[in-house]
């Protein structure tokens, strides 16, 4: 198995570069594992494939204002500072361009240009490590949500109108830097019709970092090293999910973070109580305890995400949907159209 096994060709315009509206008017592609049947929906059809007693599993982590503009002390250097995660107080692990310019020791000064009262904040680089993540000290970081932004994929240029839309219904705990996208899909309306069919509902939280948009550039995806991600799962949760498998009702995953902390929550294929750093890199061969179905969008060659799906459904399937959806003009990635995978 190697990393270019897991590339393919997309044409530009097939980048979603905003977000339609309502959010459940995407369209929804159904791949079924068992027959490699492929059915062409809307999202809102969606309500169809599930029975009263099924479990949606959601992640409900919240993009914070993890893009943060600046300058270099004492120059008109311009720099981006990306949030990955908060080590202690004012000390996080982030991503800095221009990254070559930007050494240990380098002072940085932030403003917002939308605070009229130019409160502004410091910030010191103290190490680099691997894959270019930076340690930086904050003069203080509770400053870090007033002059941030929520930040972007790279593949999207086109400016978000309203943030909100780039965060999910239910979105509660802060902490991703990346949206959940496969739950950008929902609607308050179509929870609504869900829970009134019978389906239940359970609320995990995984922050999505470093690994959502960076690719595998190792030649053999089992020397890539994840980023790890922290995750909660409640002992009430992992109670439902029991009981749902118990009797044998299916746990349907919401997007590829929340299958994620499902497997990394499983043990003798039972759900537990969890709570820490998940670093569970799934590929094909990965036998799933949890999860029998999921939702998830269409992802980035050479990616985690892409190799999850592909652990789950079968490479050449996926594959296969990949080239039908190219072919009925899907959109793809963040703000693009929807996959179930039965």
């Known amino acids: 198995m190697n990393t270019s096994d897991f590339d393919y060709h997309l044409p530009p315009e097939l980048i979603a570069q905003i977000p339609v509206e309502p959010r459940d008017s995407s369209r929804l592609m159904v791949l079924h594992r068992s027959d490699g049947y492929i059915e ?20 409900n982590s919240r993009v ?56 502004g904040m410091n910030a010191e680089v103290l190490e680099q490590s691997e894959g270019g993540i930076k340690k930086v000290r904050f003069s203080d970081d509770s400053l870090l949500e007033k002059l941030g932004q929520v930040p972007l994929p790279p593949y999207i240029s086109t400016p978000l109108a309203d943030s909100e839309r780039y965060q999910t219904v239910y979105a509660q705990i802060d902490g991703s830097v990346a949206a959940p996208t496969a739950g950008l899909h929902f609607t308050s309306r179509l929870l609504s019709e869900l829970q009134n069919r019978g389906v239940r509902f359970a609320f995990v939280t995984l922050h999505i970092g470093l690994d959502t948009f960076r690719p595998v550039r190792v030649d053999d995806p089992n020397q890539h090293v994840i ?16 009981r749902t498998k118990e009797e044998g009702r299916r746990v349907i995953a919401i997007g590829t973070s929340t299958v994620r902390l499902l497997e990394a929550a499983a043990k003798a294929d039972a759900i537990q109580p969890f709570a820490g750093w ?65």
Not at 71 to 95: A, C, H, P, Q, Y
Not at 282 to 309: C, E, K, Q, W
Request: glycine share 6%; net charge negative; charged share 25%.
């Open 40 to 59: 062409h929906h809307g999202f809102c059809e969606i309500i169809n494939y599930f029975q009263k007693g099924d479990t949606m599993v959601f992640n």
């Open 64 to 119: 914070i204002p993890a893009r943060i503009l600046g300058e270099k002390s004492g120059t008109e250097t311009r720099v981006e500072v990306l949030l990955l995660r908060r080590l202690d107080k004012d000390i996080w692990e982030t991503l800095v361009r221009p990254s070559r310019r930007v050494a240990p020791g380098t002072k940085i000064t932030m403003t917002s240009r939308y605070d009229t009262t130019d409160e």
């Open 227 to 242: 980023h790890s991600e922290y995750g909660e799962l409640s002992a009430e949760v992992a109670t439902l999910l029991n």
């Open 278 to 342: 998940v670093d569970l890199f799934i590929l094909p061969g990965y036998r799933f305890s949890i999860t029998d179905a999921m939702v998830t969008n269409f992802h980035l060659p050479r990616s985690t995400l892409l190799m999850l799906v592909s652990a789950f459904a079968g490479k050449d399937l996926v594959f296969q949907a990949y080239e039908a959806a190219k072919s009925f003009g899907y959109r793809f990635y963040s703000f693009g159209d929807a996959m179930l995978i039965l």
